[in-house]
């Protein structure tokens, strides 16, 4: 167990549909990463919020948009959905900001799998 | 942007056998991580090295990052059923780089091991 949560586990919904999916990270993790996993594109980065702002920007769809909460849980928001969305989500959170040094290690929650009908 | 190319890409070994599977990126390496997931399953983080030369263990599993810094290996010693599973390897930004936190992975090595 990573300490990463995310909810739900599995969320099957209809294109064009909004879905909200959840994660919240380790306990004292600053940094929450969203990625997008899927059989023809692999594991690809979508965002990343430190202390509650956007630090970093990957392949993210302008459907998609996401934030951190002062809690510092974060949620991905999904609109618009089409079939091609379909795949696994995963949340990581690490510590610190940067990747190089010490103890930023990026751990994963479990994921939420969406399928798109 | 940089790519990280796994060979190979599937691999099938019986039990108690060695194995060895590799992460060459188009670019230098700042940061390379090893993760493996089990299918449909979250990652589990096995090891990031830095350095060029670096060399790290954790109980079986070895991981290394050339002097070069541009491959890394991950050497799995007296191979067993728990081994099995997709291994990935990621890379994190270059030096001087703004992404931050953001890790490029590879496509995936699958492993299966016979008993």
Redesign the interface.
């Known amino acids: 167990d ?1 300490g ?1 949560t995310q909810t739900p586990k599995h969320l099957i919904t209809a294109t064009g549909q909004r879905v909200t999916l959840r994660c919240s990270p380790r306990s004292g993790d600053l ?1 929450v ?1 969203w ?1 997008q996993q899927s059989l023809d594109q ?4 979508l965002i ?1 919020y ?1 202390n509650g702002e956007e ?2 920007k ?1 392949n993210i769809l302008e459907r998609f948009s996401a934030q951190q909460f002062p809690d510092l849980h974060s949620e991905l928001n999904l609109s618009s959905l089409e079939l091609g969305d379909s795949a ?1 989500y ?1 949340c ?1 959170s ?1 510590v610190g ?4 040094g010490g103890y ?8 939420t ?1 969406l399928t798109v009908l | 942007s940089q790519e990280l190319e796994q060979s190979p890409q599937s691999l099938i070994v019986q039990e108690g056998k060695n194995l060895t599977i590799n992460c060459t990126s188009s670019k230098t390496l700042y940061g390379l991580y090893w993760y493996k997931q089990k299918y449909g399953e979250g990652l589990i983080f096995l090891m990031m090295l830095q350095k060029g030369g670096e060399e790290k263990s954790h109980e079986k599993i070895t991981a290394k990052l050339d002097e070069k810094k541009q491959q890394s290996s991950l050497h799995i010693t007296a191979s067993q059923p728990s081994h099995a599973g997709i291994y990935l390897c990621g890379a994190g930004p270059n030096a001087g780089g703004t992404s931050y936190g953001k890790l490029t992975f590879g496509q995936g090595t699958i492993l299966t091991v016979h008993p």
Do not use: I
């Open positions: 990573s990463v940094s990463y990625y692999g594991l690809q980065f990343q430190y630090r970093a990957g696994l995963f990581a690490s900001l940067h990747l190089l930023n290690e990026q751990f994963f929650g479990p994921g799998r």
